[in-house]
């Protein structure tokens, strides 16, 4: 981005410089290579794991940087912004969360040194089942206690990074639904230590890789009496859906980040591509059909920005943020989608070829609309919860 | 061994440079960075501090927002900062030129005493090339340019290799105090990290402003009046006559019009 098109480009300007010259290292080549290997981006991975951007919300009593939720949101829009997708690593800020707000000092002690300082990574997430999407309450892996273990059998679904991670955040049934008062009840969160990949197998747990429409690595994982100890267990048992919940208002919120970083590169590429591609003697962008949709789509991206600002603000100063962030995501991922669609149609023929990295960003913020919750399941957040209409599902 | 490194903010390399409305410079309205060969100078400093002790000082030359290149100076591992601040009228208008700035650079520095003074080979705004080379000589102190490695050589000596044309080198030893500018490429730079970025805000960042130092933008001896943007143009020129006659005129226009033979 070189004419600045973001008003609150000085934000944070450290941060952002910081960013911005790491993720300028790694250019459109090295993000076509990775995906045509399928790979995962490793070295891309470890420089920000190295700079400490991924442990910014480890407060700095455990070793990490201690950042507010807008600082961290930063991080995640300048990677975005550059080029690159946060989606390699994002969670390790996200899951953080739950251990941060709900582990006892204990575990925060045994494992929050470690993954400020890179050695440890916590990168996956289980909770989504084939069966139980939205409806986290509905899901079938159950954790058995035995003696001072849990054993854990189930499916999980859409669990990513899990080859690229030392510790997995996992939900499961404790008590039957049919035996507690609330659906929400009953279930709990455990920290697995996962075994190295040639042990797993024995150790009562294998996973699948799910191919998908990005390059992104996501595995569809079974359980069966996978032991974990007792003391892993987050929060208290069957109060699990609580300390899960808790963490997404922050993940919607870095989520929305995300989407204004990809905005920003989209138009960025199109307002460059419109300026620069003469056709019939001008700039394509002289024409009002070419135009118009950029700056549509800028107009909405900034309106998405001030409302991601916004919801950061009320988490960090702990007020209630559920409406803000679920608004944030859903009119940053709307306005993302949109630079997308402008983007690719300010270049034509040339948006599809794969050297222009723009198809791979379009098909990456196209899954914003989709997870980590779906632009619908935001809607009837708030008509539910904040226009008082009644309950639609 | 004690550093000075001279870094300068310029826009950023592929900025979409737009004049202003005199055309006596571009339009702020870019994004900026810390100029190519002095980032390279500030690694080739960190590094001999961290392998032969010493204190990085950063400072630049600039408006306010030129101190965002000590910021990151600072959060890679400087010391401490210096930010001649040149004033809100520096932005936008044409940039000191090679001798305002290596003056108030040794007016600013008078009174402390450093091993290395370090450059950028050039920048790349302006691309003088001799604010070092000046500084060099309004210091008394011996310089070496296109600088592509340096290390100690014993007592207040270095030994530094230059490149010179066609693949070839230069070995010099010098003594110190010298001033050196900095080949770009010589070295990998470092990221700054988090943590970095955190202690940097507790780091000395000095200001003062050119008036302070008894320097002013007046001091500019090269002016510039009126920039133009090379004008893209494409024609195309018949040549008629004999095979002969229009050989001959293809190779007059290759050579003399388009200077490609």
Same mark, same amino acid.
């Given at each position: ?25 790694? +250019? ?34 455990? +070793? ?42 204990? *575990? ?138 808790? +963490? ?15 905005? $920003? ?14 056709? $019939? ?37 702990? *007020? ?24 690719? *149609? ?5 948006? $599809? ?8 960003? $379009? ?31 | ?12 390399? @592929?900025? &979409? ?19 190519? &060969? @002095? ?6 400093? !960190? ?76 920048? @790349? ?12 000589? !309004?210091?008394?102190? &011996? ?49 700054? %990290? ?14 003062? %402003? ?19 943007? &090379?004008?893209?143009?494409?024609? %195309? %020129? ?24």
């Amino acid at each position: 981005m070189q004419a600045e098109l973001n008003p609150r480009a000085g934000l944070h300007a450290d941060i952002r410089a910081a960013v911005r010259e790491l993720c300028g290292t790694f +250019g459109g080549a090295y993000w076509q290579e990775v995906e045509a290997a399928g790979g995962y981006p490793e070295a891309f991975v470890a420089a920000l794991t190295g700079a400490g951007w991924l442990t910014a919300l480890i407060p700095e009593a455990y +070793g990490g940087g201690g950042l507010t939720l807008e600082e961290a949101s930063v991080i995640l829009e300048e990677i975005n912004r550059s080029g690159a997708n946060s989606g390699a690593c994002h969670a390790q800020m996200y899951t953080m969360g739950t251990l941060l707000r709900h582990g006892t000092e204990a *575990q925060k002690q045994r494992w929050l040194p470690p993954l400020a300082r890179g050695e440890l990574r916590l990168q996956s997430f289980a909770v989504t089942e084939p069966t139980a999407g939205t409806d986290t309450t509905r899901i079938r892996t159950v954790a058995q206690r035995e003696g001072d273990r849990y054993l854990i059998s189930g499916q999980k679904v859409w669990t990513s990074r899990l080859p690229h991670t030392d510790l997995l955040l996992l939900l499961a049934r404790t008590t039957p639904l049919e035996a507690v008062r609330k659906r929400g009840e009953g279930l709990s969160v455990f920290l697995l230590e996962l075994p190295p990949a040639a042990e797993r197998e024995a150790a009562g747990m294998s996973a699948r890789p799910i191919r998908n429409m990005v390059n992104h690595e996501t595995s569809e994982v079974f359980f069966e009496r996978f032991a974990v100890p007792a003391e892993n267990l987050i929060g208290t048992e069957g109060q699990g859906l609580r300390c899960i919940l808790d +963490g997404m208002n922050a993940e919607r919120i870095l989520i929305a980040a995300e989407c204004i970083g990809d905005g $920003f590169w989209f138009l960025e590429r199109a307002r460059r591509y419109a300026c620069e591609r003469v056709v $019939f003697e001008r700039p394509i962008g002289q024409n009002q059909g070419v135009q118009f949709p950029i700056a549509r789509a800028y107009a909405n991206l900034l309106a998405a920005d001030l409302m991601r600002y916004d919801a950061a603000a009320r988490f960090d100063a702990g *007020q209630s943020a559920g409406a803000a962030a679920n608004t944030a995501k859903l009119l940053a991922a709307d306005a993302s989608w949109e630079c997308a669609n402008v983007c690719l *149609q300010t270049h034509g023929g040339f948006g $599809f070829a794969a050297e222009y990295d723009i198809e791979r960003k $379009f098909r990456e913020t196209r899954l914003y609309q989709v997870a980590p919750i779906s632009t619908n399941l935001i809607l009837a957040y708030l008509a539910e919860h904040v226009l008082g209409l009644p309950r639609s599902y | 061994m004690k550093i000075l490194v001279c870094l300068k903010q310029v826009p950023a390399k @592929d900025a &979409p440079l737009k004049l202003n409305q005199a055309a006596t410079w571009i339009r702020e309205d870019v994004s900026f960075e810390t100029n190519e &060969p @002095d980032a390279f100078a500030l690694e080739a400093a !960190l590094r001999l501090k961290e392998a032969h002790g010493g204190e990085v000082v950063a400072l630049t030359l600039g408006p306010a927002r030129a101190a965002q290149v000590l910021r990151e100076a600072l959060a890679k591992g400087a010391d401490r900062a210096i930010h001649l601040d040149a004033g809100e009228a520096a932005a936008g208008a044409p940039p000191l030129d090679a001798f305002a700035i290596a003056e108030a650079v040794s007016r600013a520095i008078a009174g402390e005493s450093y091993d290395l003074i370090l450059t950028g080979l050039q920048s @790349d705004d302006a691309g003088y090339g001799q604010t070092g080379v000046i500084l060099a000589e !309004l210091l008394g102190a &011996p310089h070496a340019t296109i600088i592509m490695q340096v290390e100690p050589a014993g007592e207040r000596r270095i030994k530094v290799k230059r490149e010179l044309e066609s693949g070839n080198f230069q070995f010099v030893e010098m003594p110190t105090p010298a001033v050196l500018t900095i080949q770009s490429g010589i070295n990998k730079l470092r990221y700054a %990290t988090l943590m970095g970025i955190k202690q940097a805000k507790n780091k000395p960042l000095a200001r003062m %402003t050119l008036e302070e130092i008894g320097a002013s933008a007046g001091l500019n001896r090269q002016l510039v009046h009126r920039l133009f943007v &090379p004008s893209k143009s494409k024609g %195309t %020129t018949l040549i008629s006559g004999s095979a002969k006659e229009q050989a001959a005129a293809l190779v007059a226009h290759l050579r003399n019009d388009a200077h490609v033979i």
